[in-house]
C-alpha cells in the first residue's frame, strides 16, 4: 500500500488543522492505521492510531484531549485533527499502515509498522 500525507502548514499556537492521508494500492481496510511524528534533533514518536474499523483508536498521552484520529474506508483516507496546537508540536507528521487481524488494538509501536507516507512539516507558531 501506497501512502501520500497532507494538510501540513504554518500556523499559530491554539489554532487547529487536520492531516490527511490517502492510501492507494491496497485493501486498505485490513490496516491499521497510526500517525507518527519527528521533531528537528528528535526521536519519531508515536502520535496516534487506529484499529482497521475505526471502532479502536489510542493516544499518546500528551495529545489526548486534543488530536483526534479517525478514518474513513470507504475513501480509503485517514485523518488526524489537532487542536490547540502547541509550539512543541512542530515536527514532520507521518502517518504509517500495518496489516493487522480485524480484532487487534491500534499499533503504537512504529517499529510494527510496514507501510510509511513521505511526511507533511507542522509549524506551530508561538
Known amino acids: 500500500v501506497q501512502l501520500q500525507a497532507s494538510g501540513g502548514g504554518l500556523v499559530q499556537a491554539r489554532d487547529s488543522l487536520r492531516l490527511s492521508c490517502a492510501a492507494s494500492?491496497?485493501?486498505?481496510?485490513?490496516?491499521?492505521m497510526g500517525w507518527f511524528r519527528q521533531a528537528p534533533g528528535k526521536e519519531r514518536e508515536f502520535v496516534a492510531a487506529?484499529?482497521?474499523?475505526?471502532?479502536?483508536?489510542d493516544y499518546a498521552d500528551s495529545m489526548k484531549g486534543r488530536f483526534i484520529i479517525s478514518r474513513d474506508n470507504d475513501k480509503k483516507m485517514a485523518y488526524l485533527q489537532m487542536n490547540s496546537l502547541k509550539p512543541e508540536d512542530t515536527a514532520i507528521y507521518y502517518c504509517?499502515?500495518?496489516?493487522?487481524?480485524?480484532?487487534?488494538?491500534?499499533?503504537?509501536?512504529?517499529?510494527?509498522?510496514?507501510?510509511w507516507g513521505q511526511g507533511t512539516l507542522v509549524t506551530v507558531s508561538s
Open positions: 494500492g491496497g485493501t486498505f481496510s485490513y490496516y491499521g
Open positions: 504509517a499502515a500495518k496489516r493487522l487481524i480485524l480484532s487487534a488494538p491500534p499499533e503504537k509501536n512504529d517499529e510494527r509498522y510496514n507501510y
Open positions: 487506529v484499529s482497521r474499523s475505526g471502532g479502536n483508536t
